[in-house]
């Protein structure tokens, strides 16, 4: 790891060469919204109630870096 870091600092003009990315996925399953639910309970106050009033989804994002520029995002819909 070490000659790699002080490979990158003596050639750093190559760097701008390399894309670095990343790319996350996301489902409705993960997505909280109390704002459709409400529930009125004096035993449990706490209380909440599941319900789906969309429909489900998953999304992939990916997005990338090379030198200066970003490229992306890209959103790929999963069926």
């Given at each position: 790891m070490h000659l790699l ?47 789906n009033y969309q429909h489900?989804?998953c999304v992939n994002v ?18």
């Open positions: 870091i002080r490979w990158i600092n003596s050639n750093s003009h190559v760097i701008r060469n390399f894309l670095f990315t990343d790319e996350a996925h996301f489902t409705r399953d993960s997505v909280n919204n109390t704002r459709n639910s409400h529930l009125w309970d004096r035993d449990n106050p706490h209380g909440t109630v599941e319900i489900r989804f990916w997005r990338g870096v090379t030198g200066d520029q970003l490229t992306g995002p890209y959103f790929s819909r999963i069926v």
